[in-house]
């Protein structure tokens, strides 16, 4: 026993006498080594989350791949799994099949082994497929980071050691534990059990109290205000919120290295056919002068019949596949319903469309007002349209004096759809 010490002692010499810096204060490597967890969670909380799982924001493509450079040789965990548990997780919050939910597995076994119930879901093909879509899919992706993974922490160790010396395993082995702690069971154990609720969102998700959770995790702590808007570029939704996360963020966007998404980017989905069924549902003959009719009231309309006749638009980018139900889609879903139409008297379905949704754009080249040409940007894969024909009351829309009686009398004449890129920006 006395002569293992007696090597390691020896080790510990020889390595500290070939380091760089092997004797700074004890302080200095506290401090270097939150420093350096630090650096981690905002790159998970940007770049992994925000700009890949949500499509939130964009970064420049040299900024991004430091951050997943970054993220390789500290986590060790490609981009497609973190973004595919992370979407499954959404998809499914606080369900059977949600890969962490301390709701279904219990607080501990989520808080203690989160990291084991990631690496169940990050092996299993069908969640990668179905969920990984539009992460980076390149030659250094496919040759490194994804089948080399531990290599990266491999170096972090050899660096580490090289300029702090024997410190440096020390550091390295609170580097490597930072994320499976905060990210595995600190956000996914306790961001769904613990802490207060700004939304009542359809599943557990708080936020934890005290700043200094937002602090350590760069805003990941306020995981009810994320649930409730996933795709807000900014976490903090109330005074006294803190998300360092955003602030970095704007940093980056002042030196134009990143950007949110702009509308003009969202990839939009709209199922016009079925917004021309509506149309024609909801027009009524014009008035004739001199009728006696009394005007119409608008009736109103079961909460339960609301979506049936709507038009959704999802975002960003292909994520999911068709089949996803709308409230499970972890991105932004921009609807208008007959019910919402019929309430905006006088307007026709292009201006609803051009002026109430993202990437929707509207002309009249044709000269004819009630002919408008409508495009859309749109994600091949993401289109998605609902109308049922079980609606047994069709909406009505007043017509008093002056009102346009038909909302649908325009038929869009043509649309056009591209898909976009889904690389790293
Ligand atoms: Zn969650
Ligand atoms: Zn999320």
């Known amino acids: 026993m006395t002569a293992v010490l007696d090597s390691l002692a020896a080790l510990g010499s020889w390595i500290n006498a070939h380091a760089l810096l092997p004797r700074l204060?004890?302080?200095?490597?506290?401090?270097i080594t939150l420093a350096d967890t630090h650096v981690t969670s905002a790159?998970?909380?940007?770049?992994?989350?925000?700009?890949?799982?949500?499509?939130?924001?964009?970064?420049?493509?040299?900024?991004?791949?430091?951050?997943?450079?970054?993220?390789?040789?500290?986590?060790?965990?490609?981009?497609?799994?973190?973004?595919?548990?992370?979407?499954?997780?959404?998809?499914?919050?606080?369900?059977?099949?949600?890969?962490?939910?301390?709701?279904?597995?219990?607080?501990?076994?989520?808080?203690?082994?989160?990291?084991?119930?990631?690496?169940?879901?990050?092996?299993?093909?069908?969640?990668?497929?179905?969920?990984?879509?539009?992460?980076p899919d390149d030659a250094i992706e496919r040759r490194v980071y994804t089948p080399l993974s531990l290599l990266g922490p491999t170096l972090t160790?050899?660096?580490?050691?090289?300029?702090?010396?024997?410190?440096?395993?020390?550091?390295?082995?609170?580097?490597?534990?930072?994320?499976?702690?905060?990210?595995?069971?600190?956000i996914n154990g306790l961001g769904h059990w613990w802490g207060y609720r700004n939304f009542e969102t359809p599943d557990h998700s708080r936020n934890l109290p005290g700043q200094y959770w937002s602090l350590l995790t760069c805003g990941e702590a306020l995981h009810n205000n994320h649930h409730h808007i996933q795709n807000s570029p900014r976490f903090a939704m109330r005074p006294g919120e803190l998300d360092p996360g955003y602030w970095y963020f704007c940093?980056?966007?002042?030196?134009?290295?990143?950007?949110?998404?702009?509308?003009?980017?969202?990839?939009?989905?709209i199922?016009?056919?079925?917004?021309?069924?509506?149309?024609?549902?909801?027009?009524?003959?014009?008035?004739?002068?001199?009728?006696?009719?009394?005007?119409?009231?608008?009736?109103?309309?079961d909460d339960a019949l609301k979506y049936r006749d709507s038009v959704e638009v999802v975002g960003v980018t292909p994520i999911h596949g068709i089949g996803l139900p709308i409230v499970k889609v972890p991105s932004n879903v921009q609807v208008t319903t007959a019910a919402d139409i019929a309430g905006r008297p006088g307007a026709q379905i292009g201006d609803v469309l051009v002026s109430g949704f993202g990437s929707v754009h509207g002309n009249e080249v044709q000269s004819n007002p009630f002919q408008p040409d409508i495009q859309f940007r749109a994600s091949a894969d993401a289109i998605r349209s609902r109308r049922t024909s079980r609606c047994?009351?069709?909406?009505?829309?007043?017509s008093g004096p002056g009102t346009r009686r038909s909302a649908f009398s325009a038929k869009p004449t043509m649309c056009s759809a591209r898909s976009f890129g889904t690389g790293d920006s």
């Open 157 to 186: 160790l050899g660096s580490n050691v090289w300029i702090f010396g024997s410190w440096g395993i020390a550091m390295w082995l609170f580097e490597m534990a930072w994320i499976p702690f905060f990210a595995a069971g600190v």
């Open 43 to 135: 790159c998970v909380t940007l770049y992994l989350h925000r700009a890949q799982t949500h499509r939130s924001i964009s970064f420049h493509p040299l900024v991004a791949h430091l951050m997943r450079f970054w993220l390789w040789v500290r986590t060790a965990m490609p981009t497609r799994e973190w973004v595919a548990v992370h979407r499954c997780h959404h998809a499914n919050v606080d369900t059977p099949e949600d890969p962490h939910s301390p709701i279904v597995f219990g607080i501990w076994r989520v808080v203690l082994f989160g990291t084991s119930l990631y690496h169940t879901a990050a092996h299993d093909r069908a969640v990668i497929e179905q969920y990984g879509k539009g992460t």
């Open 392 to 398: 047994p009351r069709t909406p009505r829309i007043s």
């Open 251 to 269: 940093a980056l966007k002042a030196l134009k290295l990143a950007r949110a998404r702009q509308e003009s980017q969202v990839a939009v989905a």
């Open 271 to 301: 199922a016009l056919l079925l917004l021309l069924t509506s149309a024609s549902a909801l027009a009524q003959p014009p008035a004739t002068p001199g009728s006696k009719e009394p005007p119409q009231a608008v009736e109103p309309i």
């Open 25 to 31: 204060p004890l302080w200095s490597y506290a401090l």
